[in-house]
């Protein structure tokens, strides 16, 4: 018997092919979540993306991925893509008309709905709410950073948003992206097996994480907490939630504070 299609259409993939072939002789594919990543090193895409549950999804038509080569829009023989800061100053600044053009074609593919995001050390913070935003949407842009950065007049005239995933400074925003697009497309329908996993990691309550055991029941002269294997499922959550406050109050007292302030906003029959 063969197998149904999907509603947004499944790609042709030999078992043999390697995570970068994942995404060549591609059809465009209206109804799936769409990434597109302006780089200049499109052979990087889609890396860890290919592989596991996010690799599985591309090949299944879940999402695709479509990395734009910025050198492909730059000025001259040499296809130029940079040039000195204006002001003087050390590096190199990526130019407004190059990306311009780059993204003039990128977005004539995706629908207008998508957000365009820099991947920059001085924007907000990413973080799990700004990721199941993200997936709601029909996909997203993403401008990939080098040399001292881009040209501002990119970013105003684009309304483009900048996004850090810390405060520490990457060479080029392509691992960014691809820890970006990792923590969205998990969280798309059908990526992940067990829906449960979503609503009980960390984060998705304003929480850390519970910690987690599995056999064997003793290693090492260390044992499962004893309540995790009473059966008893009332008090196993009771002490899944317990875990999770003490690990967030100890490790993250911003969230912990957050937490807090949530709850004690909430109308109380929602606390």
Same mark, same amino acid.
């Given at each position: 018997?063969? &197998?149904?299609?999907?509603?947004? +259409? ?12 994942? =995404? ?12 597109? /990543? ?9 890396? /860890?993306? +290919? ?48 990306? +311009? ?37 029909? +996909? ?20 483009? =948003? ?6 520490? /400074?990457?060479?080029?925003? #392509?691992?960014?992206?691809?820890? =970006? ?9 059908? /990526? ?6 979503? &609503? ?45 406050? #003490? ?9 912990? #504070?957050?937490? &807090? ?11």
């Amino acid at each position: 018997m063969s &197998e149904t299609p999907k509603s947004h +259409g499944r790609k042709t993939i030999r078992p043999s092919l390697k995570p970068r072939e994942l =995404m060549t002789d591609r059809p465009a594919l209206a109804r799936a979540w769409t990434a597109q /990543v302006i780089t200049l090193f499109p052979e990087a895409f889609p890396g /860890v993306l +290919g592989l596991s549950l996010t690799g599985k999804a591309l090949q299944d038509g879940i999402w695709q991925l479509d990395p734009v080569n910025l050198r492909d829009f730059g000025e001259g023989k040499h296809r130029n893509v940079d040039d000195t800061p204006a002001g003087g100053g050390a590096g190199m600044v990526l130019r407004p008309d190059v990306m +311009g053009r780059a993204l003039e074609t990128a977005r004539r593919k995706i629908s207008g709905a998508a957000p365009i995001i820099y991947l920059s050390p001085r924007g907000r913070r990413f973080d799990q709410p700004m990721a199941r935003r993200l997936a709601q949407a029909p +996909g997203v842009t993403l401008i990939c950073g080098r040399f001292e950065g881009l040209d501002q007049r990119v970013l105003d005239h684009y309304g483009v =948003m900048e996004v850090s995933l810390g405060d520490y /400074v990457l060479t080029g925003g #392509e691992l960014a992206a691809q820890a =970006m697009l990792d923590a969205t497309v998990r969280l798309l329908p059908g /990526v992940l097996g067990n829906a449960d996993s979503i &609503e009980e990691e960390s984060f998705s309550h304003g929480l850390l994480e519970h910690p987690q055991y599995t056999r064997p029941a003793e290693w090492q002269g260390h044992e499962i907490p004893p309540v995790l294997l009473s059966g008893h499922h009332g008090e196993i959550e009771k002490w899944r939630r317990q875990q999770s406050e #003490e690990i967030t109050r100890a490790r993250r007292p911003d969230l912990w #504070e957050a937490h &807090e302030r949530a709850l004690a906003e909430a109308p109380k029959g929602k606390r």
